[in-house]
Each structure stands twice: as structure tokens, then as C-alpha cells.
T-cell receptor, first 115, second 112 residues
Framework: GAVVSQHPSRVICKSGTSVKIECRSL??????MFWYRQFPKQSLMLMAT?????????EQGVEKDKFLINHASLTLSTLTVTSAHPEDSSFYIC???????????FGSGTRLTVV | QKEVEQNSGPLSVPEGAIASLNCTYS??????FFWYRQYSGKSPELIMS????GDKEDGRFTAQLNKASQYVSLLIRDSQPSDSATYLC????????????FGDGTTLTVKP
């Protein structure tokens, strides 16, 4: 089945630094990837939709200068959390759709802790 | 009104019972419907897809879709403690078939 590989699975960084999260589609091409954030015991929150070769589409209220998304190839999308603060600590998950009408395949998630 | 609504639960059932999870959606033109399971601390995984009215069975899982009532459900037969998780309903709205809208999830606990 389709696999989305997400790294790192867990990262601790100091306040003010930047962190890059990578998502790769291993056995299919993903022209679009979706980035989510999830706080403990809360629902998935869509942050942005990344499109290969073009600018990402951000959801309302998500700071595009803080959460930089790059989708440089059909198999790789990255999310960079810039100048991280403790309130950015969360579970970040990417996903991609296989085919045009199917469900999502999710990456395994990245648990970010900013200290 | 949320686009996709689920009972937040928690829903608790004894082992071996049938767990029934419900979801309603607002976009009448929606065409694709999905159920995901999310274990605590993990990312969601797709367990069922359904596209036409009626029932779709896969092992112990049955998805039911009623487009006239804008209602989709998931039945889990012979529930096991390993089924304890949060179940997310997702819908592809007609206006943006490429992006799923997720419900907030229903937490299910299956007690031994």
C-alpha cells in the first residue's frame, strides 16, 4: 500500500530555533500534501495544502512566514517551523491522497517540543 | 453548524458488543466518505471508504451511507479492546473534492 514516510518522529528544540519536518511519498507521486497540527486530545487542524511546484495554500489564521512549506518534488514536502516558541509544541502530521478520490495516507507524525 | 459532526463520546462498550459510530455532514453534494482510526499518540489510518448509498463490509467493520439523510456510520462487530481508539469521519465536499473535511472524532473504549 501507499506509504508516507515522515521524519523526524520526535524533536526537542530550543525556543527561537527552526525545525524542519520532511514527508516523502515512498511508492507513489504526491502532487498535493496536507499538513495538520494536533494538540493533545484535540481534533486534527489543517494548516496548509502544499502543491508540487507552486506555493502552498494556508488555512485562515496560520502564519505562512512562521510555517514554511516547500513541495519541491512529487515525492517530498517539507514544513519548517521558524523561530519556534513553546506554544508551537504539538503533533504535526502530513498526509497525501493516492488517486483522485481515495482517502488519505498519513505520515507517522512528528512530536515537536519547544523548550 | 460544523461541516462534519460526530458525537465526541466517549463511547464505551463491552468486549464482544457492537460499537456504533455516527457522523453527519452538511454538504449535500459530497461524494466520498471515509473512516479513520487514530490510536492515542499515533497518526490516523484509513480503515473504510464508502462512495455509494448502502452498506460496505470489511471484516468486522461495516460502513453505512445514507446520502438523503446526509449520514454515515461505522459499525464494529465483536468489539475488541484493541479497537479502543478515536474514530474520525471525513467527507470530501462537492466544492473541493480534493480536500477532506474531518469531524472532531469519537473516542471508543472497549472494556474487557
Amino acid at each position: 500500500g501507499a506509504v508516507v514516510s515522515q521524519h523526524p518522529s520526535r524533536v526537542i528544540c530550543k525556543s527561537g530555533t527552526s525545525v524542519k519536518i520532511e514527508c516523502r511519498s515512498l511508492d507513489f507521486q504526491a502532487t498535493t500534501m496536507f499538513w495538520y497540527r494536533q494538540f493533545p486530545k484535540q481534533s486534527l487542524m489543517l494548516m496548509a495544502t502544499s502543491n508540487e511546484g507552486s506555493k502552498a495554500t494556508y488555512e485562515q489564521g496560520v502564519e505562512k512566514d512562521k510555517f514554511l512549506i516547500n513541495h519541491a518534488s512529487l515525492t517530498l514536502s517539507t514544513l519548517t517551523v521558524t523561530s519556534a516558541h513553546p506554544e508551537d509544541s504539538s503533533f504535526y502530521i502530513c498526509s497525501a491522497r493516492v488517486g483522485t478520490a481515495g482517502g488519505y495516507t498519513f505520515g507517522s507524525g512528528t512530536r515537536l517540543t519547544v523548550v | 453548524q460544523k461541516e462534519v459532526e460526530q458525537n465526541s463520546g466517549p463511547l464505551s462498550v463491552p468486549e464482544g458488543a457492537i460499537a456504533s459510530l455516527n457522523c453527519t455532514y452538511s454538504d449535500r453534494g459530497s461524494q466520498s466518505f471515509f473512516w479513520y482510526r487514530q490510536y492515542s499518540g499515533k497518526s490516523p489510518e484509513l480503515i473504510m471508504s464508502i462512495y455509494s448509498n448502502g452498506d460496505k463490509e470489511d471484516g468486522r467493520f461495516t460502513a453505512q451511507l445514507n446520502k438523503a439523510s446526509q449520514y454515515v456510520s461505522l459499525l464494529i462487530r465483536d468489539s475488541q479492546p484493541s479497537d479502543s481508539a478515536t474514530y474520525l469521519c471525513a467527507v470530501n465536499p462537492y466544492t473541493n473534492a480534493g480536500k477532506s473535511t474531518f469531524g472532531d472524532g469519537t473516542t471508543l473504549t472497549v472494556k474487557p
